[in-house]
């Protein structure tokens, strides 16, 4: 019964995940100026906006099918990895999302959640391990 309950955990972080990841990728193209403002300058900030919203997507759907759900949580847990420099650039010089001004706080707390979002992803995303049966 406790596997069935952490099956049904796992399922329903997957689910969360999955609406997040749809809504921020749905945002890159809805606020691309916004996001575009915290890429790092030497990169073309609204072509990677499109591009990473896209890839919220295509990873919210790969982590609602269970089929597909290991390998799209391996790949967005190597995302949030990758995209941790924009966030840390926005923090480090206290750049605004758009017109609405973050407190430097928060700006590093949302670094720092990085981390236990993606142990998170990892966790809820990882293939069901057959149980072991000690002879």
Not at 21 to 50: E, K, N, Q, S
Not at 101 to 115: D, E, N, Y
């Amino acid at each position: 019964m406790r596997e069935n309950a952490g099956m049904t955990l796992r399922a329903a972080v997957c689910t969360l995940l999955a609406a997040v990841f749809a809504v921020a990728g749905v945002l890159h193209f809805t606020h691309t100026d916004a996001f575009a403002t915290i890429v790092p300058p030497p990169l073309p900030g609204r072509f990677i906006v499109r591009l990473t919203g896209a890839m919220e997507l295509l990873f919210a759907a790969g982590i609602v099918w269970p089929r597909t759900r290991p390998v799209a949580g391996i790949l967005l847990a190597l995302y949030c990895l990758a995209v941790l420099p924009a966030n840390i650039f926005m923090a480090l010089n206290a750049i605004p999302f758009g017109t609405v001004t973050v407190p430097p706080a928060v700006l590093w707390l949302r670094v720092a959640l990085q981390f236990p979002l993606i142990a998170l992803i990892v966790w809820a995303t990882s293939a069901p391990r057959a149980p072991s049966h000690a002879g």
